[in-house]
């Protein structure tokens, strides 16, 4: 059983940074799809960043394109966001989220990803 745990949330003042982990066990495939995604409750869910496992390719929402940073270990086993000059419109509970790529290197931040992690809470103030 698949199993993906977030760490690095926090509350921090706007103009800071912050970096998020997300720690996978037990999938079987290292070139899946890897995501960051967040929610602000009574807002849906937008998709962050999102990488494919198995290469460097990268994909941003425009609201943070040059702020935030989606990365990977050598291991495939661990995944970064840093987060850099943030907003308070970043403000979320942050997740982690993982699917298949089926050997496709696309890993968009459409919102058919499976596994998701519990979250991770970041706080922004202003």
């Known amino acids: 059983q698949g199993r993906l745990v977030e760490s690095g949330g926090g509350s921090v003042e706007a103009g800071g940074s912050l970096k998020l982990s997300c720690a996978a066990s037990?999938?079987?495939?290292?070139?899946?799809?890897m995501a960051w995604f967040r929610q602000v409750p009574g807002k849906e869910r937008e998709g962050v960043a999102s990488t494919w496992l198995g290469g460097s390719s990268s994909w941003y929402a425009d609201s943070v394109k040059g702020r935030f940073t989606i990365s990977q270990n050598g291991a495939k086993n661990m995944v970064f966001l840093q987060m850099d000059s943030l907003k308070s419109e970043d403000t979320a509970m942050y997740y982690c989220a993982r699917r298949r790529s089926f050997g496709s290197p696309t890993c968009d931040l459409t919102d058919d990803y499976n596994w998701w992690g519990q979250g991770t809470q970041v706080t922004v103030s202003s």
């Open positions: 037990g999938y079987r495939y290292s070139t899946d799809c």
